[in-house]
């Protein structure tokens, strides 16, 4: 049996399907690899696929992915009921139920198979904890890009706040960049109404990236679908409105507050250390930092700074 595994084993996962079944041979399973290169790694591995009754089967609750399309279900529930399930959904034993499973990967086959009528499924059993279970519903949805933007940033988002990763280490984790997993997340502080837009696919990731840090995202997202614009116009519209600057209300409290030389000193100080422009508004003793960027770039640089003081994991 496989040691538990560690921080640097559980970065293997990024690596593709065949790493949901052990430490294999990366070039025998991509996400896109056929029946029996699975069959094969689980062979390595001391697994066999087993014929289980469907209702022995369980939805996990955590799957990062939300939306399922009813005309795919039904086109591969119709290639199911011709051929059969041809790659076992990957399992482990359902937590507080016993005698029946939870499933790990291959939710959209299951949910296909009881479309076609399927009384059994082949599956694979493993003992996974809840965090593997969430990485590699990430990763296997990640690779098959079959998750929506907002769908990807609430499966990193839990895997920070519940299980502690930071940033690098969900990118490493999933085989992407640090500053794609940063633009993500990013998305998630958007409007309820931009959110939506979003995920039904009227506005695309860099449509909502473009916008997320402007003063008025939900009237910038209206402007972008009315007037159906790229992402490069939407780039230019939201850089035009910052450069117009926040609410008149905010203008004028700025404006109006007065300036003392300690203040003053501290905002060059911390401009200096940073490179970017940096306002300190206090008010007896209470208020906030405001850090001034002209990109995202410049964006990334900020977190990356402030996390790499954070724990690692």
Known sequence: MADAPTPT?????????????G?????????????????????????????????????????????FNDEELDELAASIREKGILQ?????????????????AGERRWRAAQKAG??????LVRAFDDLDVLEIGIIENVQRADL??????????????????TQDAVATTVGKSRSHVANLLRLLNLPASVRDHLAEGRLTAGHARAIATAPDPEALSDAIIRQGLSVRQAEDLARKSLER?????????RAGAP???DTAALEH?????????????????????????????????????????APTV
């Open 118 to 123: 399927l009384h059994e499924v082949p599956i």
């Open 88 to 104: 076992p959904i990957l399992v482990r034993p359902a937590p507080g139920a016993p005698g029946e499973f939870q499933i790990v």
């Open 148 to 165: 929506n933007p907002l769908e990807e940033a609430m499966g990193y988002r839990t895997l920070i706040d519940r299980f502690g990763r």
């Open 269 to 309: 100080d911390l401009s200096e250390a940073l490179g970017l422009e940096v306002r300190v508004e206090d008010r007896d003793g209470v208020g906030e930092v405001r850090i001034l960027y002209q990109d995202l770039e410049q964006l990334d640089e900020i977190c990356r700074r402030l996390q790499s003081r």
């Open 259 to 261: 300036r003392d030389a």
């Open 245 to 253: 600057g926040p609410t008149r209300k905010s203008s004028k409290s």
């Open 9 to 21: 084993s559980r970065r293997g996962l990024g690596r593709g399907l065949s790493a949901l079944l």
């Open 23 to 67: 430490e294999t041979d990366p070039a025998l399973v991509t996400s896109a690899a056929p029946a029996a290169a699975v069959a094969e790694v689980a062979a390595a591995e001391g697994l066999t696929a087993r014929q289980t009754p469907i209702e022995l089967l369980r939805r996990n609750p955590d799957q990062p992915r939300r939306s």
